[in-house]
């Protein structure tokens, strides 16, 4: 098997620019591991800073960092993911991009294209798929074991948008985000319903921006079908004040629920994060399943960072790819399609 572009040996990351907070998570993660060669930022006085934090460079010339790179970390703004994975993949460096893969479905199929060009490695971030709890649903589907599943719920979203300075962040731009919560949060359930089911046939959506009144949609429904007849309800907000259960499995034989694993669930839900019903069991109560979700674990965003960089020093492909990065902002754009024509959209596969 030929090793892509940017793998093998030891790491070397720049991460590019800190808009997105996950840089804080990421950087953690390569400063202790020896791998962090500096930072470059289109804000330089956000980019000292950062390096002043870390210990590292601040570069003002990207060019500077690539040549001190063998891999790059991309959060910026979404909008910028684009032209920073071009840049980056036509140096054959490897690259870690921070969710969503684009701001616009031609952005998505421009870093598709560039990715494909050079042969280089490249991880998609979606943290749900380290997840013991997202492990034990996939085993779960795997091996049938709660029949046909006819019903999936999943609800994603965080309370920041009831901060008063949350209408600032370039989160709310659509220009530089690409749309709101069902976008930034409903993408991580969109990923998670593709990885356990594959990829849907169509979806009904709504969208609101009623209760916060930002530019984007603070809350996004969407209703995927599935080849298999499976319906499959994502619901992201950006105003979960609290919450609880947040996946919801329910099959002909069993139903399983799944809390802690958002942030609206994390703090607030101290126990009994996986609980499972089966038909054939002999007492009509939940049995608590012995797996705690990463977000109580700690280290959640880390995943991504730590992962990355043990692919490039053994050479291996990422677990998460630039394709499953492609179809998870296709459901949520056909998503955006069905909410604003009110109409069900197709999903391209």
């Known amino acids: 098997m030929s090793i892509a572009r940017g793998a093998g040996g030891t790491p070397r990351v720049g991460v590019l620019s800190f808009a997105h907070y996950h840089a804080n998570f990421w950087s953690e993660v390569f400063a202790a591991r020896g ?10 006085a956000r980019g000292r800073e950062a390096a002043g934090r870390f210990g590292t460079t601040s570069f003002d010339d990207i060019g500077e960092l690539f ?3 063998n891999a790059v ?8 993911h684009a032209p ?14 921070e969710k969503p893969l684009g701001a616009s479905l031609d952005d998505c199929e421009r870093s ?14 979606f943290p749900k798929r380290f997840d013991p709890a997202s492990h034990y649903l996939r085993e779960l589907v795997a091996t049938h074991d709660l029949g046909r599943i006819a019903l999936v719920r999943i609800r994603h979203g965080h309370f ?13 731009d659509p220009v530089l985000s690409g749309g709101g919560a069902l976008l930034d949060e409903g993408v991580h359930g969109a990923d998670l319903l593709a990885w356990l089911f594959g990829m849907p046939e169509s979806v009904t959506a709504v969208v609101s921006s009623a209760a916060l009144g930002l530019p984007v949609e603070d809350l996004g429904i969407a209703t995927f079908t599935f080849p298999s007849g499976l319906v499959a309800e994502l619901t992201a907000s ?7 259960v947040s996946i919801e499995l329910y099959g002909t034989e069993g139903t399983v629920l799944v809390a802690g694993v958002d942030l609206a669930s994390r703090d607030i839900t101290h126990d009994g994060y996986v609980r499972r019903f089966r038909n054939d069991q002999p007492e009509r109560r939940w049995q608590v399943v012995p797996v705690t979700p990463r977000f109580k674990l700690g280290a959640f965003h880390e995943q ?27 459901m949520i754009h056909a998503a955006y399609e069905a909410a604003r024509t009110g109409r069900r959209q197709r999903i391209i596969p």
Request: glycine residues 8%.
């Open 35 to 44: 791998a962090l060669a500096g930072i470059w930022d289109p804000d330089p």
């Open 67 to 69: 040549a001190r790179c």
């Open 73 to 80: 970390a991309i959060c910026s703004t979404t909008n910028a």
């Open 84 to 97: 920073l994975i071009e840049r980056a993949a036509a140096c054959g460096l490897a690259i870690l991009c």
């Open 112 to 125: 598709a294209r560039a990715v494909r060009a050079s042969g280089v490695t490249f991880m998609q971030s």
């Open 160 to 172: 920041y948008g009831l901060q008063p300075d949350f209408k600032d962040r370039w989160y709310v």
């Open 238 to 244: 950006f105003g979960f004040v609290a919450a609880d």
């Open 304 to 330: 991504n960072a730590a992962v990355f960089l043990d692919c490039i020093e053994h050479g291996t492909p990422p677990p998460v790819s630039i394709d499953d990065g492609v179809r998870a902002f296709r």
